[in-house]
Nanobody, 131 residues
């Protein structure tokens, strides 16, 4: 079991930056693949980024490529999402999710971009980007 708590959301102007954090408790985050998803009203949950248990493998959704960076700090049991060059269309509730995986697991396969791949979810943090 792992519990996930997101933080770092807020209101930012277009072009600005935010860093989201996903703090894990219960088990060490290095035994889990972790992803960020987001959802805005009336839309389906959208994949943003994923990182492998080792941190050596990452994958990004189209909306995140070139602007967002996912990383992890095993000592702090936390996964981060650095979001730069934010746009109004990035406005959404952002969720982190986790699935138990072997340390050498990579997250390149498309399966890791699907919400049903993940077993544990946080409560979400709101990101609002004003134009």
């Amino acid at each position: 079991q792992v519990q996930l708590v997101e933080s770092g959301g807020g209101l930012v102007q277009a072009g600005g930056s935010l860093r989201l954090s996903c703090a894990a408790s219960g088990r060490t985050v290095s035994t889990y693949a972790v992803a960020w998803f987001r959802q805005s009203p009336g839309k389906e949950r959208e994949f943003v980024a994923a990182i492998s248990p080792s941190g050596g493998s990452t994958t990004y959704g189209d909306s995140a490529k070139g602007r967002f960076t996912i990383s992890r700090d095993s000592a702090k049991n936390t996964v981060y999402l650095q979001m730069n060059s934010l746009k109004p269309e990035d406005t959404a509730v952002h969720y982190c999710a986790a699935r138990f995986a072997g340390y050498s697991t990579e997250v390149a396969a498309i399966a890791w971009t699907r919400a049903n791949r993940y077993d544990y979810w946080g409560q979400g943090t709101q990101v609002t980007v004003s134009s």
